[in-house]
């Protein structure tokens, strides 16, 4: 009798073992990060350094100011802010709760990127929640792609926030995607908890027309890639006044509260 008790938790214990075994493998690469009191070094690096027009701004790392809970990414005339992963990631949902300040010419931004600079012959692939005062109370959604020596090709939409009673500028906004190899989708959290969605791209089908929710096959973002977050300014060029438009040297602040990668 004892036999079969002890047999019996064996076999419970090792099931438990192989299920919490396979919840680790299936959440391989997860991270959330709350940003108590800065970022995680092990998720995390801090930019330094320029990204040329229309940037006019370098990134500083002293830039990144944390509290107890949250970092803020600052901005004033010529300094920055970036966060980078420290590994490259593939398909997933990302998603963070971010409020911004309101000075025109300035981007505040959750993305993922990768390009020919990661790795040689490999085109620019990202995709963007972006924050510009100068839009308005909007998120620009973007994708981007371009091959090594290539043509650039973008497919933007503005959304308007208040629709989902969503300030930026009042409001701490929890925003995300979720990336797959056929689908991107992404969402708000609206004013009253609900999960809403407000865009939608897909991989196009390969039936010889390309509508206007799809990208063709050959842009699909598909490559391993880095999360990304940045608050910075533009440099009041052609390109700089065209996106992120006229910056007036003013101050500001992006609040970050967390971030969550949860992969498929």
Aim: with cysteine.
């Amino acid at each position: 009798m004892l036999q079969n008790i002890y047999r019996s938790i064996a076999l419970t214990t090792a099931g438990i073992a192989l299920l919490a075994s396979t919840h680790a493998s299936a959440q391989s690469g997860y991270f959330k990060d709350d940003f108590s009191w800065g970022f995680n070094s092990s998720i995390w690096q801090a930019r330094s350094g320029s990204n040329g027009t229309p940037f006019g701004c370098t990134f500083d790392p002293s830039m990144i100011n944390p509290s107890s809970h949250g970092i803020t990414l600052s901005v004033t005339p010529g300094q920055c802010a970036e966060l980078r992963t420290n590994q490259n990631l593939g398909y997933g949902k990302i998603q963070g709760s971010l409020k911004t300040g309101n000075a025109p010419g300035t981007v505040a931004s959750i993305f993922t990127y990768t390009s020919w600079y990661d790795t040689p012959g490999r085109p620019w692939q990202e995709i963007d929640i972006e924050f510009l005062p100068s839009l308005g109370n909007v998120v620009h959604t973007n994708v981007i792609y371009q091959p090594q020596g290539g043509t650039y090709e973008s497919w933007e939409q503005d959304i308007d926030l208040g629709q989902y009673g969503l300030n930026i500028t009042q409001d701490l906004v929890t925003i995300g995607f979720d990336w797959s190899s056929w689908k991107i989708e992404w969402y708000v959290y609206d004013a009253w908890g609900n999960q809403q969605v407000i865009r939608t791209l897909y991989k196009d089908n390969g039936d010889g027309y390309v509508a206007n929710n799809e990208i063709p096959q050959y842009a699909w973002p598909q490559d391993p890639t880095r999360i990304m977050l940045n608050h910075w300014h533009g440099d009041n060029s052609a390109s700089g006044m065209y996106f992120p438009q006229e910056y007036f040297w003013e101050n500001t602040w992006a609040y970050y509260d967390y971030l969550e990668y949860v992969p498929h």
